[in-house]
Structures are given as structure tokens and as C-alpha cells.
């Protein structure tokens, strides 16, 4: 694993890490080699499964499910 295990951030340094790898996100996609890619993917993916372990009650915005998709575009 690459970085800090998650687990042991506290909750401001895990949201800092989660921005900043959301800022980085689109730069690696379109410039990175594969194994960047494929590396960020990762650490995104083990830093969000841990907000969502520490937050499964987060609030959900009704426009950012199905049913407020479909709301919308009636």
C-alpha cells in the first residue's frame, strides 16, 4: 500500500487526503502512465472505504439519487 493506512488518519487528515486526491483525479487520468493510474485508484479507493466506514449514516442528497435523477429530468 502506498501512503498512510487510512485507519490511522484522523478524520481532518483523512478529508484532506480524500480533496486532495479528488483534485488530483483528472490529471492522472489524462497524463499519468498506467501503473499511476492504477495506483490512484487504489489509495481512492481505500481512502473513501474508510469514509464511508466512519460515516455510514452521511447525509444523502435527494437530487443525487435515481429517484431525484429521474425527478430531474422530467
Known amino acids: 500500500m502506498t501512503g498512510v493506512d487510512p485507519g490511522r488518519l484522523d478524520d481532518q487528515q483523512l478529508m484532506r487526503a480524500l480533496e486532495t486526491i479528488h483534485r488530483t483525479r483528472h490529471d492522472t487520468l489524462l497524463h499519468g502512465s498506467n501503473d499511476a493510474l492504477r495506483a490512484h485508484n487504489d489509495r481512492m479507493a481505500q481512502l473513501?472505504?474508510?469514509?464511508?466506514?466512519?460515516?455510514?449514516?452521511?447525509?444523502?442528497?435527494?437530487?443525487?439519487?435515481?429517484?431525484?435523477?429521474?425527478?430531474?429530468a422530467s
Open 48 to 72: 473513501e472505504g474508510e469514509y464511508l466506514r466512519r460515516n455510514p449514516r452521511r447525509f444523502v442528497a435527494a437530487g443525487r439519487t435515481r429517484e431525484g435523477a429521474r425527478e430531474r
